[in-house]
C-alpha cells in the first residue's frame, strides 16, 4: 500500500536531474544569452597599472566613434555619490577609480555602445595618464614602516594594515606550551588562487523610466542580497527592483559580491534609458574579481610523548588586496580560520591574525569553501602531519590519539565551536583499508629498490557548513536564515521556490525529493524556481555549502507545514477526528482501519474544492529556517604518490576519499559535489595560483598562465561513505558541496612531503610543481612560494 | 535564409568592409552579411541566436565553445566567421534530432556528466568528434581527446563515464 520512496524520487534516490534536460541540448539560460530589444554593451577599461594617480582621464576620441552611447568615469560616478561602494567586510571599494587605481585591472572607464565590438574599440580609444606610485605585493612590503599607503582615501586608516584580531585563551595556551615535552613548529604560505568559474561575472541592467523598475539579470549566488544592497546604495525603492539569476555557470564563492560591472550596468541603463549589458573576459574576472587565500601561517603544537596534542598556537597574516572585500559573517576577521582542529580534542588554542592591504585584487571570497575553512583544514592537517613526524609516530595512529571519540558529542572545539556527531575514527578505518595503508612501508620500500620514490598523505578534517545560527552569522546586520516556500496545485503538482541559487548543484532535483520525502508527492510533480527576487522568497543565497543546511532544511519544514493542513482536509474528508488519523507516505489513513484513506493528492484538491467549515482555502505555506548550530560534516583523503625523482613530477597512483556528510538526498549529486571538489584540491595542490611579479603584474591573469587541469592529468578518484545523521537537521543532512576542495589540497601536500620526508624535507609550498619538488629533492631544503611572514616579531 | 543584417545589432559604420558568407550549420545553409573580424561563436550566438555555444575564456583554452567544423572539434571564440565561408558548422543545438537526443546527450544525463551546464555543450561536441572516429575508445583516449576542455565542477570522472557509457550505446545500435 505505502509508497515506494525511491520510486517517486524521494530521499536516498539518484534521481536523474531535471536540469540537465536543458543542459544537454544547450538550452541553458545564461545572463550572455539573454537579449533583450534595443540592448547596448558595456565594456570596461581597467588599469594596466597596480599603483598609480590619476593624472587625467581623455575620453574625446571614444565620444567620437560612431556607434557610442556612454562613456563613464570616475568623475561622473562621483556627481552620482557612486563613486565608491561599500564591501561585505564594512569596507569600501571604488566602482570606477576617481583618485588613484590600486591595483592591476581595477576598473577605470566604461563604454556603453552598440555593439560590444565598439565598446572595446572606444576603450582602446580612451587616454589615462598615469603617474606612477611604489608597488606593495606582500604583507613584508605592506608593514614596512616606510611604506606607500595604498588607501589614503580612509579617514583614519594608519598604514596598511586591515585588523588585528584575536581568539582563544592566550594564557592557559602559553601554559600548554610551558608544559609540552615536545613542540612542533610549521610555517607556510598557502597561496592566492582564483575560483575561475567557466562562465565569467556579468549583468543586463534594464531600467523602464515609465515604470520605475529596475530588473537586473547577473550572475549572483545571492541575489536577494543585491536587491537589498541596490535598495541601499542606489536609493531605489526594494519593491522596484527585481534581481533575477539565470542559469550560472559555475560560482565557487566568486559570483558572491556586487562587483563594479553590476553597478556600472545599472546606472548606464538609468542614464541611456536601455537595457545595458555587461559581460566580463576572463582576463577581467581573474584579476578583478573575488580570489581566495593568500594567507601566511606560523603554527605550533604543544605535544606530550605519547602523542597527545595539548594545546595550538596559531599565527595568521593575510593579503587582502586594495579592498577588504573578504565575503564573510560579520563577527569574523578571518573568516572561520578559527574552526581549525575541531575534530581533534585539545583542550586549548589561541590564535593571533592580522590582515593587510596590497596593491592586488580585493577580494578574499570563500572559494569553495565555507570563510576560510580551507585554510584552517590546510594548516591543520600539515601541522598534524609535521607532528606526527617530530614524535616519529605513524600519522594515522597520531591522528586517531587525538581524535574525539564517537561518544563524546557534543564537543566544544579548541576555538569554541561546538560540534555535534561524527565517526571519525570509523571513516580513517575505511579509508586506511581501502588504500592499503598496513602495506605500504613494505610497498615503498619495495619500490625505493627501484629507484621509485613513494608517499602516502592523510587529511582528516571536520568543518562547520551551513552559516548560519542568528547569534553569531550575520552579513551586514542580515542574519543567515534561509527560506522556502511550497505551493500545492488542486491536482496534486506543486511549485516550490526558495532564498538560495543553484549554480550546477542540482537544487531543482534535490530540493523535490525533500517534498517527495515529506509529503509523498512525486518529486517529477514539483517544480523548483530559483532566483527571482520578485517571486522567491528572501533568502541568503547559495555559497559556503549553506543551501542544504539551511534552505533544504527551511523546504523540509515548509513541507511539514503542509502536511498539518493535509492532515485536517484528512480528518475532514474520512469524517474522523484528528486524533485518529495516521500518515505514510503520501497518505492518511484511519488508524482502527488502514484501508480507508486519502492521498496527499485528495486532500490537495480538497484544499480547493471541499475544504472543512471555517478553514482558510488553498495549500500552500513557507518557512524561514534559522538554523540552531552549523553542520559538521566530516572527511578522510587518502592520497598515494609517485614522484619522479629525475623531474620532479609527481602522479598521484590512489586516492580514496570517505565522506560522512550524513543523510543522502541524492547519492548521485553527493558523489558528483566530492569528485568535483577533489578535482579543484588537485588542482590547487598541483599548479593553480596567482602570483604578482614586483611591479604588481598578475601573472595568472588568463589561463596560459593560470593552470587548471584537464581530464588527461586529473586523476581517479574512489568514494567511501559514512552516515551519522546531523542531530538538528530536519532530515539529518550535512553540507558536502565544499569538504573535498577543502580537505583534499593536505593530502596531495603530505603525501609528496611524506616521499621527502628522508630528505629532510617539511615543507614545500602549494603548488608543487615539478621545480619545486625538484629543489626540494636535490637540496633537501624546505621552498617557499613566498619568503615566510611573520607576525608580531 | 535572408540576410543577417538585421540580426546584427548595429549597421556597421560605411569604412568597414562587409563580407557575405554562407556557412551550413546544423544541415542549414545560412547566409549573413559580416564585419571580417566577427568571430565564428558570436555569429553563432548573436546572429544565428544558437546560444548553446558559450564563450568562456576568449582564448582557445577553456573550450566552452567548441563546435564542430567539417566535422573536427574547433574553438569557435577564435576563429573568424569569415574562415568558416563555405564550410559547415555543427552545435550542441544539432546534436539532438526532433525526436530523440543523441547518446552523448543521453550519457551525459545519466552518468552525471555535468553540474553547472556550461562546459557541457563544448564537452559533448569534442567527446561526438572522438566517438565519430573511435566507437571504442578506451578510458585514456576518451580523457585525451578532452584535454581541450576544462570543467570546474564535475570533475572529469563522470564526464569520462558519459563518453563511455554512449559508446557502448552507440556500438549497441550500430550492431
Given at each position: ?12 534516490a ?32 581597467r588599469?594596466p597599472v ?5 593624472k ?10 560612431p ?65 606612477i ?41 602559553d ?26 561575472c ?25 536587491r ?20 550560472i ?37 581573474l584579476?578583478?574579481?573575488g580570489?581566495?587565500?593568500?594567507v ?14 595539548l ?11 586594495a ?52 585554510e ?19 600519522q594515522a ?6 581524535f574525539v ?5 557534543p564537543?566544544r572545539?579548541p ?68 527560506s ?7 491536482t ?16 531543482e ?16 510533480d ?11 522568497p ?8 549553506r ?43 484511519v ?35 534559522d ?8 572527511a578522510?583523503y ?11 613530477v ?45 611591479d604588481?603584474n ?6 596560459m ?26 532530515i ?45 629533492l ?15 616579531e | 535564409m ?18 557575405r ?17 566577427l ?8 546572429g ?46 544539432g ?13 551525459f ?8 551546464g ?28 578532452l ?9 572529469y ?15 549497441a545500435?550500430?550492431?
Amino acid at each position: 500500500m505505502s509508497l515506494d520512496e525511491i520510486k517517486i524520487g524521494g530521499m536516498g534516490a539518484s534521481r536523474r536531474r531535471v536540469e540537465d534536460n536543458r543542459f544537454i541540448r544547450g538550452k541553458g539560460n545564461y545572463v550572455d544569452d539573454i537579449v533583450l530589444p534595443g540592448m547596448l554593451h558595456m565594456e570596461i577599461l581597467r588599469s594596466p597599472v597596480a599603483h598609480a594617480r590619476i593624472k587625467s582621464i581623455d575620453t574625446s576620441k571614444a565620444w567620437d566613434m560612431p556607434g557610442v552611447r556612454l562613456v563613464l568615469t570616475g568623475e561622473m560616478m562621483a556627481a552620482r555619490n557612486l563613486a565608491w561602494m561599500p564591501t561585505l567586510s564594512y569596507d569600501t571599494a571604488a566602482v570606477l577609480a576617481t583618485d588613484k587605481v590600486r591595483f592591476q585591472g581595477q576598473e577605470v572607464c566604461a563604454v556603453i555602445a552598440d555593439d560590444p565590438y565598439i565598446a572595446k574599440d572606444a576603450c582602446a580609444a580612451i587616454v589615462v595618464d598615469y603617474e606612477i606610485l611604489p608597488v606593495i605585493v606582500n604583507p613584508v612590503q605592506a608593514a614596512a614602516p616606510d611604506a606607500v599607503q595604498i588607501r589614503d582615501d580612509k579617514e583614519g586608516q594608519v598604514g596598511n594594515k586591515v585588523f588585528d584580531w584575536e581568539i582563544g585563551d592566550k594564557s592557559r595556551t602559553d601554559k600548554a606550551f610551558d608544559d609540552a615535552d615536545v613542540v612542533s613548529k610549521i610555517e607556510l604560505h598557502y597561496p592566492r588562487t582564483h575560483p575561475s568559474p567557466i562562465e565569467c561575472c556579468g549583468s543586463l541592467a534594464d531600467y523602464d523610466r515609465a515604470t520605475g523598475k529596475l530588473t537586473v539579470y547577473m550572475t549572483s549566488q545571492a541575489p536577494h542580497i543585491v536587491r537589498a544592497a541596490v535598495a541601499l546604495v542606489a536609493e531605489l525603492p526594494e519593491q522596484n527592483i527585481r534581481i533575477v539569476s539565470p542559469d550560472i555557470g559555475g560560482g565557487f564563492g566568486n559570483k558572491v559580491p556586487v562587483y563594479p560591472g553590476y553597478v556600472i550596468s545599472i546606472l548606464a541603463s538609468i542614464l541611456t534609458e536601455k537595457p545595458v549589458k555587461w559581460i566580463e573576459d576572463k582576463t577581467g574576472n581573474l584579476i578583478s574579481t573575488g580570489f581566495g587565500r593568500d594567507v601566511y601561517l606560523k603554527g605550533e603544537l604543544a605535544l606530550r610523548k605519547d602523542g597527545k596534542i595539548l594545546g595550538v598556537r596559531m599565527n595568521t597574516v593575510s593579503d587582502h588586496g586594495a579592498f577588504f572585500a573578504d565575503a564573510q559573517p560579520s563577527k569574523f576577521k578571518i573568516g572561520l580560520m578559527h574552526s581549525a582542529f575541531a575534530c581533534y580534542d585539545i583542550p586549548t588554542a589561541y590564535m593571533f591574525s592580522t590582515g593587510y592591504y596590497t596593491n592586488k585584487a580585493p577580494g578574499g571570497v570563500a572559494y569553495r569553501c565555507s570563510f576560510r575553512v580551507t585554510e584552517a583544514m590546510f594548516f591543520q592537517e600539515r601541522m598534524v602531519q609535521a607532528a606526527a613526524d617530530d614524535l616519529g609516530m605513524d600519522q594515522a595512529e597520531f591522528r586517531r590519539i587525538n581524535f574525539v571519540k564517537d561518544d563524546d558529542f557534543p564537543h566544544r572545539t579548541p576555538f569554541g565551536f561546538l560540534t555535534d556527531s561524527g565517526q571519525y575514527g570509523k571513516c580513517l578505518d575505511i579509508g586506511l583499508e581501502a588504500i592499503g595503508y598496513k602495506n605500504f612501508e613494505a610497498e615503498k620500500a619495495e619500490a625505493a629498490k627501484r629507484g621509485r620514490l613513494l608517499g602516502i598523505g592523510i587529511s582528516t578534517m571536520t568543518e562547520p557548513l551551513g552559516a548560519g545560527n542568528s547569534r553569531e552569522y550575520d552579513i551586514l546586520g542580515i542574519k543567515m536564515f534561509d527560506s522556502a516556500e511550497l505551493r500545492v496545485h488542486m491536482t496534486g503538482k506543486a511549485i516550490l521556490r526558495t532564498g538560495a541559487k543553484t549554480q550546477g548543484q542540482g537544487h531543482e532535483t534535490t530540493w523535490a525529493q525533500i517534498v517527495a520525502h515529506e509529503l509523498g508527492i512525486p518529486a517529477e510533480d514539483i517544480l523548483v524556481e530559483e532566483g527571482d527576487t520578485d517571486t522567491a522568497p528572501f533568502g541568503m543565497g547559495t555559497y559556503a555549502s549553506r543551501s542544504t543546511p539551511v534552505a533544504g532544511a527551511a523546504v523540509a519544514m515548509v513541507a511539514r507545514k503542509i502536511r498539518a493542513k493535509a492532515r485536517k482536509i484528512a480528518a475532514h474528508l474520512l469524517e474522523v477526528s484528528e486524533e485518529d488519523i495516521e500518515w505514510e507516505l503520501g497518505r492518511f489513513y484511519v488508524r482502527s482501519n488502514k484501508d480507508r484513506g486519502v492521498t496527499i493528492q485528495e486532500c490537495a484538491m480538497a484544499a480547493y474544492s471541499n475544504m472543512p467549515d471555517g478553514m482558510e482555502p488553498g495549500l500552500e505555506n513557507n518557512a524561514y529556517y534559522d538554523p540552531p548550530n552549523l553542520t559538521w560534516p566530516f572527511a578522510c583523503y587518502i592520497a598515494k604518490v609517485e614522484i619522479d625523482p629525475e623531474t620532479g613530477v609527481w602522479d598521484v597512483l590512489q586516492f580514496v576519499a570517505v565522506d560522512d556528510c550524513g543523510v543522502r538526498i541524492n547519492p548521485m549529486i553527493v558523489e558528483g559535489q566530492i569528485m568535483g571538489g577533489l578535482t579543484e584540491a588537485y588542482a590547487m595542490a598541483n599548479m593553480q595560483y596567482q602570483t604578482y611579479d614586483e611591479d604588481g603584474n598578475c601573472i595568472g591573469a588568463n589561463y596560459m598562465d593560470f593552470l587548471l587541469p584537464t581530464a588527461w592529468e586529473t586523476p581517479g578518484f574512489e568514494l567511501y561513505e559514512v552516515v551519522t545523521p546531523c542531530p538538528h537537521h530536519p532530515i539529518g543532512a550535512k553540507g558536502i558541496g565544499e569538504c573535498a576542495t577543502v580537505g583534499g589540497p593536505a593530502a596531495f601536500v603530505n603525501a609528496v612531503m611524506n616521499a621527502l620526508k628522508e630528505k629532510g624535507v617539511r615543507n614545500v609550498d602549494m603548488p608543487l610543481m615539478p621545480n619545486r619538488v625538484y629543489e626540494a629533492l636535490t637540496t633537501g631544503k624546505d621552498v617557499y612560494g613566498m619568503p615566510p611572514v611573520r607576525n608580531g616579531e | 535564409m535572408s540576410s543577417l543584417f538585421e540580426e546584427i545589432a548595429t549597421p556597421p559604420s560605411s569604412d568597414i568592409p562587409i563580407r557575405r558568407v554562407t556557412i551550413t550549420v546544423n544541415g542549414e545553409p545560412r547566409t549573413a552579411d559580416i564585419e571580417p573580424r566577427l568571430l565564428l561563436a558570436d555569429l553563432l550566438r548573436q546572429g544565428l541566436k544558437l546560444t548553446g555555444t558559450h564563450k568562456g575564456c576568449d582564448t582557445t583554452n577553456c573550450g566552452a565553445c567548441t563546435v564542430l567544423f567539417d566535422g573536427r572539434p574547433i574553438k569557435s571564440c577564435t576563429m573568424l566567421a569569415v574562415q568558416a565561408d563555405g564550410h559547415s558548422v555543427k552545435t550542441v543545438e544539432g546534436l539532438a534530432s526532433a525526436s530523440e537526443l543523441h547518446p552523448i546527450q543521453e550519457g551525459f544525463k545519466e552518468k552525471h556528466g555535468l553540474q553547472c551546464g556550461f562546459c557541457t555543450p563544448g564537452m559533448m561536441l569534442a567527446a561526438t568528434a572522438l566517438l565519430e572516429k573511435n566507437l571504442n575508445p578506451t578510458e585514456d583516449e576518451v580523457r585525451w581527446a578532452l584535454s581541450g576542455n576544462l570543467c570546474r565542477c564535475t570533475g572529469y570522472q563522470n564526464i569520462v563515464k558519459a563518453v563511455l557509457w554512449a559508446a557502448e550505446k552507440m556500438r549497441a545500435e550500430s550492431n
